[in-house]
């Protein structure tokens, strides 16, 4: 098995100083491609084009396949390993804190809880479990029989405690209360139509993104649901759909295809790493995660032999 590793990335167009990372060189490269344009604080540093740093290894924790990923307060990278059946934790130095099975279960979607838990989503029986990060489940929450779905493939957790399921099977997405009641079901026509949605993240404002790769955007509703925009991403729907987190200052980071892209508050989605983003032999398979630490540093993963799981840096 191939060694997968945990890297971090840092442009070549232009070098921002974070704490621990050293002095700026006397005399860096020249880039190919344009420079980073500075804008929010979750701008990345020169948008198309990286240069990789090895910083840790990802191929002791023998993930087969990385689906989807989310960081928890205290820094924990949780990392979905479909294939495998299991949830791997690192810890913010890149080494392996706890693994455990989850089964026969078929998870796709979680999130970290404002409890700074991790909630998984059972797409099988539509089941939430709640865990610590030693992997131990505190609750299960049963969404099934008062939320029909099919094929969930989205989940993700509101700052008040409330859940979103994205109904890939038939182009919907649920909000749920805490305790498993119905609170409201988004669907078409007109800017609500979906086709197999694939995941969904939540803002601390409340704002929603919803992964509508078949359609190739990524639709933002506000807190009460209503439709705000629509942004353009090229994508897949169902399985191999888009995977989301949220940034900070009303922004969104979008793992889809080969590519990871940054949607600001305002104005387009734009490529930050991966092939869109000009580095064509960065990824052989698709980008199946991607994850924000609430602080400077992103996650992606590829589902390629490699299994390569890596992290850029944001602007402090």
Sequence with gaps: MRRARLFAIIGTTAFLSFAGCGKKPATPAKAAGPTAVPALSTEVAAATRVRIVEAGVLGKAEVKQPRSL??????????????????????????????????????????????????????????????????????????????GAYNPRGFAVAPDGTFYVVDTGNSRLHHISADGNPIKIFSGPGPLKFSEPSDVAVAASGQVALGDGANKRVVILSPQGDFVRAVGIPGNGGFDGMRLDEGDDGSFFAASLDTVWFIPKEGNARAVAGKGAGNQDEFQGLVTGVAWDAREKVFYASDSNARTLKVFKLKP
């Design 70 to 147: 989310r960081v928890d307060p205290n820094g924990n990278l949780y990392v979905v390993d479909y294939v495998g059946r299991q949830i791997v934790v690192l810890n913010a130095s890149g080494a392996v804190r706890n693994r455990w099975s989850y089964g026969a279960a078929d998870i796709v979607g979680i999130d970290v809880g404002p409890d700074g838990l991790l909630y998984t989503l059972d797409s099988a029986t539509m089941k939430v479990t709640v865990y610590n990060s030693d992997g131990k489940p505190g609750r299960t929450i049963d969404l099934a029989a008062r939320n």
